[in-house]
């Protein structure tokens, strides 16, 4: 059997929740979008179901996996529905979905509800993706307000530059936001990861943990107060030895300096590895810290082999607990969302 495993630490991301949730101080929401950012939805959803506040996804087609898994805590759809005829499963399934446009708003007073539906109305406070202009935002809420059919309603954006080091772009977010809701009674939204773990006066009623729950933190960095909740690990299965000056990879873009030991391990950019991880990205064979060398295949890629014990059968932590996910993210120029995201073909052990 190939040795390509991804092992996913429940108790991690329970640990994780607990410290973001004391960080936040309020409310919080799981977010289990895009199959809990690689991680597997339901098992997630599960683990946490009898801590979380909520749970958010990105679909109907997602909060419907819960729900038939046998989530019942509440489920936020982040961007609400796609067509008008969603908000009939939206209703079936007792989802919170987001309004963040006018044709939603439109189409979910219309919609005739079963029992009265807890909406997420959407600001655009500046990053210009979805969400009604601040100018805009009190009509769109009083409409809301009006309708019997409205439980209540969280007031909620989203930062485009949380986890950057300027500060500007968010604060701007945050003044529009409070301007743009200036007199309208209820609960608020803010946080995200990144926001949550650097702004205090983010967070508001309900906080929305993405990336930080899974381990990875999202300024690019690790932090010791959350666990890496995915160890994705391969073995080495071939080994040689090349002389001084020799290639090694497609393209040849790879020479050795020195006489080298060469490892094969069973891991590609198939696998959801990034195929633009360079040579000199971090991997632990054991407990010892080595790199990649030469390009990443499709299939396998090659490691120096530096200690005596290392060799065929050695295992090797792509990332988890000695290499962070965001070394291999750097490396490759991409961000530790994308890698979590995209491993396949990898055999997935759930540990309580």
């Not at 959801?272 to 080595?290: K, N």
Request: charged letters at 20%.
């Amino acid at each position: 059997m190939r040795p390509l495993n991804a092992q996913i630490r429940l108790e991690n991301l329970r640990h994780n929740y607990r410290i973001l949730k004391n960080i936040h101080g309020g409310k919080l929401l799981a977010v289990v979008k895009a199959d809990a950012y690689g991680h597997g939805a339901v098992r997630c959803a599960h683990a946490l179901a009898d801590m979380a506040d909520g749970f958010a996804v990105a679909s109907v087609e997602e909060a419907v996996q819960l729900r038939e898994h046998g989530i019942e805590n509440p489920i936020l759809l982040l961007g609400g529905v796609f067509e008008a005829g969603e908000y009939r499963p939206a209703d079936h399934y007792r989802l919170w979905p987001a309004v963040c446009s006018q044709w939603q708003l439109e189409a979910l007073l219309h919609h005739q509800w079963q029992q009265p539906v807890k909406v997420w109305l959407k600001m655009d406070s500046g990053m210009h993706r979805s969400g009604f202009f601040p100018h805009n935002y009190a009509a769109a809420y009083t409409a809301l307000k009006q309708s019997q059919n409205i439980e209540s309603i969280v007031k909620f954006s989203h930062f485009s530059c949380a986890d950057e080091v300027d500060d500007a772009m968010t604060a701007m977010q945050m003044e529009a936001f409070d301007s743009g809701c200036g007199g309208l009674e209820g609960e608020e939204s803010l946080a995200n990861s990144a926001a949550m773990l650097r702004y205090p006066a983010a967070r508001r009623d309900w906080g929305r943990a993405g990336i930080a729950l899974y381990g990875a933190c999202p300024l690019g960095h690790a932090d010791s107060r959350l666990k890496p909740v995915m160890r994705l690990s391969t073995r080495v299965f071939g080994e040689r030895v090349l002389q001084p000056h020799s290639p090694v990879g497609y393209g040849a873009a790879f020479y050795t300096e020195k006489s080298t030991r060469v490892g094969l391990i069973a891991c590609g950019y198939a696998d959801g590895y990034p195929r633009h991880a360079p040579s000199g990205t971090p991997v632990a064979i054991g407990s010892h810290r080595s790199r990649v060398i030469g390009r990443v295949s499709m299939d396998m890629m090659t490691v120096e082999l530096d200690v005596s014990q290392e060799g065929i059968g050695s295992e090797v932590e792509l990332w988890g607990d000695t290499v962070n996910v965001n070394e291999v993210a750097k490396a490759a120029g991409t961000i530790a969302y994308e890698l979590l995201c995209h491993v396949k073909r990898a055999k997935f052990t759930y540990y309580e």
